[in-house]
């Protein structure tokens, strides 16, 4: 992990805890997040959640994330919801471009450009998530669909200074148990940020690079070692404050602090 950027460990909570429980899941995180003051901790609840537990948080390390954003700030798009919405709600960072959206509601790699871009607009950090099928994977493939999601929003996060996050999700990984080793990660991960440096060094300098796919306490520590992991985004294990917390911790430690 890099000294000079700080770790970032994001929980997606997907469609969970939306509601009451969603606010005693974030209680647990502002308490073990207080221990942590070196490492960043973000939750995204579901939308119906967001302003309860912006209430919770408040004056708290913990930050808040929604999982989308639509593009347009307002319009006649039922069920969808906006970049000013979220800012007033108590966001700071929105989710874009999961592979669940890519894959059940066709988010297209312009969708997903068009979606950082709005949310840069309205003072949230995306955390953008790219990533390969097994089957790209077993085909050789993984550099060359992971480079052409990137270079999708490339021009969007180089022309702002603020410091976005990249997730690196292999689909394979999210949610079955199976995690790409350090090594593997570690190769996409050193790839992403050489793209980004050929940008521009600054970019790839202030751009974090998260891991995502079954992290869970026991392979934390390993995966936020390699030296272009900074950070984590974790689904099922963010659910539970014992496990989320416990991979917090291994960022902190991974940076030796
Ligand atoms: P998982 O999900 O940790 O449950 O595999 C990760 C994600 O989808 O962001």
């Known amino acids: 992990m890099n000294p ?36 960043d901790v973000v939750v995204a609840p579901p939308y119906t ?44 960072w929105v989710i874009v471009g999961h592979s669940e959206r890519r894959q059940y509601f066709a988010e297209s790699d312009a969708f997903v450009a068009e979606k950082a871009s709005a949310a840069l607009a309205n003072d949230l950090l995306p955390i953008i998530c790219v990533g390969e099928t ?6 050789g493939e993984t550099l060359r669909v992971v480079k052409q999601q990137v270079d999708a929003f490339l021009d969007v996060i180089a022309q702002t200074p603020k410091a976005v996050a990249i997730a690196y999700e292999p689909i394979w990984a999210i949610g079955t148990g199976k995690t790409a080793g350090p090594t593997e990660a570690e ?39 390699c030296p272009n992991v900074d950070g984590a985004l974790v689904g099922g294990a963010s659910l539970d404050a014992g496990s989320f917390g416990a991979i917090a911790n291994a960022a902190r430690a991974a940076r030796g602090k």
């Not at 005693?24 to 502002?30: D, G, Q, R, S, T």
């Not at 991960?189 to 974090?208: D, G, V």
């Open 187 to 225: 190769e996409v991960h050193a790839a992403i940020r050489s793209w980004l440096e050929k940008k521009s060094p600054e970019l790839a300098n202030r751009t974090r690079i998260l891991y995502g796919g079954s992290v869970k306490a026991e392979n934390a520590a390993a995966l936020l070692s």
């Open 4 to 39: 000079s950027r700080r770790p970032l460990i994001a929980g997606n909570w997907k469609m969970f805890n939306g509601g009451r429980a969603g606010v005693e899941l974030a209680e647990a995180c502002v308490a073990f997040a207080r221990d942590l003051p070196s490492v």
């Open 134 to 139: 097994l089957q790209q994977r077993e085909a």
């Open 49 to 92: 959640a967001l302003a309860a537990v912006a209430d919770t948080i408040d004056g708290s390390p913990v930050a808040l994330a929604a999982q989308n954003i639509h593009p347009k700030d307002n319009g006649a798009y039922t069920g969808e919801v906006s970049g000013p919405m979220l800012e007033e709600c108590g966001c700071t």
